[in-house]
């Protein structure tokens, strides 16, 4: 029998969020069956990662353990990363290139296409044994995802019918999304990967969440990456469950917008000016964009640093974020080093994101002791319109309106 | 070639100044252990072993390591902790141009506020050692840790 979740919403609106929901057990139960294995398309995958006729890499949808392969043909296909034997891992690393992939326990074999196509003793040895008559290879197959690409990147679905890529972002995610994947083949930088100790819906609402920015990024603002006074816009779909922080670069000085910060590092010089060496290369003078994709993904680009984020639930008080970093085939060498020195800002160890992974284990541990509270979302009032400042949390009000309508609460 | 044990006493000094500058202090005095010129790069064992570049923390110079101290000490919110670093195997060879190419073993473990000691980070520090005004300093150092999850956010150096 299911465990029901013992939290309920403590009022029609979304200006208020019940704590419950970061910490109970069975409601996280629910999210995993809900958000991950429903309608969305969630993240898993860069084709630069499997360029190969044979690659495949490992991915977590939730919590499930799924396999992305690349067929003889050329084609990407998604399975559970599970024999269905008797439940044994495919899959032991991350990465690989194989034309089967072999169970270890019995040795089922299966295709790049999940197919069952090979049971050692089928027909028994010398008569004796096998499987029943009445056996069909073509019965256990393993379960199969649906895959879309967009411009290089994968994303897979258990739902049977998923919608179109393109109608499921929204008009303004989907030309935002092709802002950055534009076409160019993409050039795969490398990994970090992070456990944080809090709920998964609190690094959504920290990237949908422009208020923090210009106040706990003491380095973002000392060096006017990112300021409240700055040309903004914060833009979702029409379900809330998608948005966009769009920004501009500032300069290093006081102003009204950093008056209400007290640790503004104005004296603080860069011993070494090549760690912070933006250059413009997109065609709007945008200089960040966040994008947030339901279930699990965060589409970076601050300056010159480009990554995903993907949302790992672990349970209830925990989440891994696993970023992959990338540019571009067409970049050159300077560029390159360029986003790779830029990327001490954005990592497991980055001068930026550290203060959210640290921000989000405080945040849990305030939020577990008082489960039976409601935080308060009103910055910028109680809608979930877009805006065009950064003194709003109408991001994190439009996600938990989304939220309410899927789970039901 | 291998060094000669006063060349290796040496080296094996410089890994101790090097822990207990990171976890006892004072850390504005680290970036001194490096030459100006240097590279010090903290990287998942698994970038490193499929050759991808990115690394979670990259300075290329003392004064981009000045940076990063600077930036832990003033602008990263981030809980306090004490670190205490165990290094171990060190084994050095000599370069044809005097410099010293070096291997390393080390365990980080971290200690939060009202928790138990955990481990932080393991693995390997693959290092270029030079002698420099009489000194050993350190021309590169990659910090190649095992596990590419991390426990939460690395702030302080490896
Ligand atoms: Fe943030």
């Known amino acids: 029998m299911e ?46 990662e499997i360029p190969e006729a044979g690659d495949y890499l490992v991915t977590l949808i939730g919590r499930r353990s799924v396999v992305i392969a690349r067929d003889q043909q050329g084609d990407i296909h998604g399975f559970v990363n599970r024999c269905a034997h008797r439940g044994v891992k495919l899959c032991r690393q991350n990465r690989g290139n194989t034309r089967f992939f072999v169970c270890p326990y019995h040795q089922w074999s299966y295709d790049a296409q999940g197919n069952l196509r090979g049971v050692p003793f089928i027909k028994g040895v010398k008569g004796k044994g096998g499987m029943p008559e009445d056996f069909e290879r073509a019965e256990h197959n393993l379960p199969k995802l649906a895959i879309t690409r967009q411009n290089g990147v994968i994303f897979a679905s258990f739902a049977a019918e998923p919608p179109a890529f393109e109608a499921y972002l929204g008009e303004t995610n989907f030309r935002y999304f092709n802002r950055v994947f534009d076409g160019r083949p993409l050039q795969l930088l490398g990994y970090s990967r992070q456990l944080i100790p809090g709920n998964w819906k609190l690094m959504f ?28 816009q914060v833009q979702m779909d029409d379900s809330g469950a998608h948005a966009l922080l769009i920004s501009r670069r500032g300069e290093q000085k006081k102003s009204d917008a950093t008056t209400d910060m007290a640790n503004l590092r104005e ?10 060496d933006p250059v413009k290369e997109f065609p709007d003078d945008a200089t960040v964009v966040m994008q947030t994709i339901w279930p699990n993904l965060i589409v970076q680009q601050q300056s010159n640093t480009l990554a995903l984020r993907q949302i790992r639930p672990r349970h209830a008080g925990a989440f891994e974020l696993a970023w992959t970093f990338f540019g571009y085939a067409d ?8 986003r790779l020195r830029q990327g001490n800002l954005m990592s497991a160890a980055g001068l930026v994101s550290a203060d959210d992974s640290e921000v989000i284990k405080l945040a849990q541990d305030g939020i577990s002791e008082y489960p039976d509270h409601t935080g308060v979302v009103q910055m910028g009032g109680r809608g979930t319109e877009n805006e065009n400042h950064m003194v709003t949390e109408t991001a994190v009000r439009a996600f938990y309106a989304h939220y309410r309508k899927v789970m039901g609460l | 070639m291998s060094l000669d044990s006063a060349r290796q006493r040496q080296l094996e000094a410089l890994y101790d100044r090097y822990a207990e500058l990171l976890d006892d202090g004072p850390l504005e005095d680290w970036p001194a252990l490096f030459e100006e010129e240097c590279d010090y790069r903290v990287i998942p064992r698994d970038n490193h072993d499929q050759g991808l570049p990115m690394a979670i923390i990259r300075c290329e110079s003392r004064g981009m390591l000045m940076d990063r101290v600077r930036s832990v000490q003033e602008t990263i919110m981030h809980e306090p902790r004490y670190l205490r670093h165990q290094i171990t195997n060190i084994r050095g060879t000599g370069r044809a141009d005097g410099g010293i190419d070096a291997v390393a073993h080390y365990l980080v473990v971290e200690v939060l506020p009202d928790r138990l000691p955990q481990i932080l980070s393991v693995g390997r520090y693959l290092s270029r050692v030079v002698e420099d005004g009489g000194d050993l300093r350190f021309a590169g150092m990659r910090v190649v840790y095992d596990s590419v999850l991390v426990p939460n956010s690395i702030v302080y150096p490896l």
């Open chain 1, 331 to 338: 970049d050159d060498e300077e560029m390159t080093r360029r």
């Open chain 1, 205 to 232: 609402e920290n990237i949908k969440d422009p208020y923090h920015a210009s106040l706990l990024h003491v380095f973002l603002v000392t060096f006017g990456l990112f300021r409240a006074d700055q040309d903004s």
């Open chain 1, 267 to 276: 004296d603080f010089e860069l011993q070494d000016r090549r760690l912070l």
């Open chain 1, 3 to 48: 465990n029901k979740p013992a939290v309920t919403w403590p009022t029609n609106g979304v200006d208020q969020v019940p704590y419950g929901i970061y910490t109970d057990p069975a409601l996280f139960e629910q999210e995993m069956h809900r958000i991950f294995e429903g309608d969305g398309w969630a993240y898993v995958g860069l084709e630069a």
